[in-house]
């Protein structure tokens, strides 16, 4: 991560909490989250795979949103390093889930990484 201040990490921050009222409320409150909704079941998919221990219920809704939108942009949008989007949802993590919310995400994301490329 570069800065907090960058726009780009901004509009990760802006789009995974649109993925966290998504899944609260059902309602898309902004329209950018729109192709990451259509996906949402095969990216929960892989979530459950790389996370067996974890039904998809029990993970801190936070950090499934910012599973959701980083396995989106590894998977399905080209021009981000993957080693910047593991970094950033890392980060994000730190910064708004709780202290084993890092660990949890790299570890999902270590283990999808290998198979969106």
Do not use: C
Request: aromatic share 8%; net charge neutral; proline share 6%.
């Amino acid at each position: 991560m570069k800065s907090k201040n960058d726009p780009r990490h901004q509009n990760r921050i802006k789009n995974i909490q649109a993925i966290f009222a998504w899944s609260v409320t059902g309602n898309i409150e902004i329209e950018s989250i729109s192709p990451i909704i259509t996906k949402i079941t095969e990216i929960d998919a892989m979530i459950s795979e790389a996370a067996p221990k974890w039904p998809l219920s029990q993970i801190n809704k936070v950090e499934l949103a910012i599973l959701r939108y980083a396995i989106w942009e590894l998977k399905y949008q080209d021009g981000t390093p993957p080693k910047v989007v593991i970094d950033e949802a890392i980060e994000i993590s730190k910064e708004f889930g709780n202290e084993s919310s890092g660990s949890f995400v790299n570890a999902v994301l270590g283990h999808i990484f290998p198979k969106t490329t």
